[in-house]
DNA sequence: CTACCGATCAAACAAGAGTTTGAGCCTGAG
DNA sequence: CTCAGGCTCAAACTCTTGTTTGATCGGTAG
């Protein structure tokens, strides 16, 4: 329904003491970018609807008059980011197929998994929140959006497809748990557990160069394929 | 302070209708077990307390008068659990090195690590409530028990020791980043992520068998190590 | 017997949540 | 100009939450 229609209002003079920097972009657009951002930091539960719009700098009512609830707001939040990383995989995926005559080994499959969320969460991407807003909504999301996530395994059959295509020796079952194995992995790339890694390490483990990270994975990964 | 003054009270007459069947044990013991069951399955913000006090039987003020607060109902239940689970691990590893001469292959390093919670999970265990619960505390627990999560490396560390004595060929970081995936892979056997592997093979992977699942995280877990 | 004390109870409390309301503002078409 | 309609606003509303309160029960030591 309402798609697209932002009126264009370049400049409409502040109403209150606001510093002006924050009335730029339609209301509609501060939410999402607040929200996304205070749930992907604070957890879904821990961030109030007058947070958001604290944050964002609109009326409280706004989020009911755009999104029609908070939790369609977090839905809405949820399914643009999931839709793109999904995209991004499967873009990655296609690609992987066509540089190997549809027959990708596993390593590059398990880089069109892996790499995307690796790449969102440079600095310079800026999307590291998106990431962590995904990986939230794994185990603090709404009842809808567990469904959706329980589900919704069309994009990861195609994963599971092009695994079972690389080591057709290997029991489907047993691709399968493998698959499960990696996406642990991935899941658990949240802000908390590498806290609790670099403690572990002395600092040694504080990187932030995905590449090396992305190798690692790759290489642990594919190590455990090979078993 | 309130600790096993447990009165005997064998059987206080039902004061209602209630079947008579849930007032054989005392009052705190029934809201441990209660709110543990309802927080590993329902999550630690979708259990109010009113849900935990009907569930066991007891009075609402029950909770604040025997733990305090609702937090630190949970911390309880969460320092508890974590402590066991920390035991039958050391427990496990001590033994490990006994085995082999006070270096124990990565295997066996990663069996000690992964074995408790498996085997905690089995029906017959009883206890893959208390699993689910510390899984749950990883990702929507109070700040208190992410903050205890996140300092506490002393168990960690002897299972990154003992790592790092396994292979000391590798470079440090490298395997404090290994013993990372391998507790991802942990940390994601939970119940909803278990229904999506279970969907996206058709049936093929749902087995109650431990045994075997222990064996497949192990092959797994070893071989990215091996890589 | 009596006075105490921990445990339990129903009831109320205060704070915070998400949502709704109705008035007012601004723009753009007729 | 006028008016209709999308949008924003402050304020109120309703519901649930965790917590507190004061009475009451039941056993026990003096």
């Not at 790499?115 to 998106?130: A, C, D, M, V």
């Not at 080591?167 to 802000?191: A, Q, S, T």
Request: proline share 5%; net charge negative.
């Amino acid at each position: 329904m309402t798609e697209a229609t932002n009126p264009p209002s370049p400049e409409n003079a502040g109403p209150d003491a606001a510093p002006d920097s924050e009335r730029e972009a339609a209301t509609k657009a501060q939410v999402l970018c607040a929200a996304e951002r205070l749930f992907a930091l604070h957890g879904f539960q821990n961030v109030s609807v007058r947070d958001i719009t604290a944050e964002a700098g609109v009326n409280l009512a706004s989020v009911n008059y755009h999104f029609g609830s908070k939790d369609a707001l977090l839905f809405e939040i949820f399914r643009r980011r999931t839709a793109e990383l999904n995209r991004e995989r499967a873009r990655m995926l296609h690609e992987a197929a066509d540089r190997h005559a549809g027959k990708p080994p596993v390593r590059e499959i398990l880089r069109a998994l892996f790499e995307p969320p690796l790449r969102w969460s440079t600095p310079e991407s800026g999307r590291g929140i998106s990431v962590q807003f995904i990986i939230r909504a794994r185990s603090e999301g709404t009842e809808a959006m567990r469904e959706a996530l329980r589900t919704d395994v069309s994009h990861l059959r195609r994963f599971a497809d092009a695994l079972v295509g690389a080591r057709p020796d290997l029991p489907k079952d047993e691709v399968y748990w493998r698959l499960h194995f990696c996406l642990g992995m991935i899941h658990n790339n949240r802000f908390a557990e590498f806290d609790r890694l670099h403690i572990l390490s002395d600092g040694a483990t504080r990187e932030s160069d995905v590449e090396a990270l992305l190798k690692r994975m790759l290489d642990f990964a594919e190590g455990g394929f090979q078993a």
